[in-house]
Nanobody, 128 residues
Framework: QVQLVESGGGSVQAGGSLRLSCEAS????????MGWFRQAPGKDRECVAG????????RYADSVKDRFTISRDNAKDTVYLHMNTLRPEDTAVYYC?????????????????????RGQGTQVTVSS
């Protein structure tokens, strides 16, 4: 069984920064990738960042490139999302996600991204 537990959400003014954490437990050795999704009310789910477990190759959605950074602490099986220069449009529930399948990871930066495991979510609110 896999558990993903997020922390670090909150409220911040535009231009500010937040760091989200996601601690994974269970069969993490089976992961192909972990990442962060977000969903705002009335909007589709979007993958904003992913990191490949084997070599830590990262990938970002265009909407957050150069502002967000995903990183991993191997010893803690924890993935972080460092969010800088936050904008009101970044307001959403952010979910940590993981997949064990290359094919599933391939959907992350296309429409209708899927995942195998997901955390409970943490709210990020950016005010103007």
């Amino acid at each position: 069984q896999v558990q993903l537990v997020e922390s670090g959400g909150g409220s911040v003014q535009a231009g500010g920064s937040l760091r989200l954490s996601c601690e994974a437990s269970g069969r993490t050795f089976s992961f192909y990738a972990m990442g962060w999704f977000r969903q705002a009310p009335g909007k589709d789910r979007e993958c904003v960042a992913g990191i490949r477990w084997s070599d830590e190759t990262t990938r970002y959605a265009d909407s957050v490139k150069d502002r967000f950074t995903i990183s991993r602490d191997n010893a803690k099986d924890t993935v972080y999302l460092h969010m800088n220069t936050l904008r009101p449009e970044d307001t959403a529930v952010y979910y940590c996600a993981a997949t064990s399948a290359i094919r599933t990871y391939a959907t992350w930066f296309k429409g209708s991204p899927n995942y195998d495991y997901r955390g409970q979510g943490t709210q990020v609110t950016v005010s103007s």
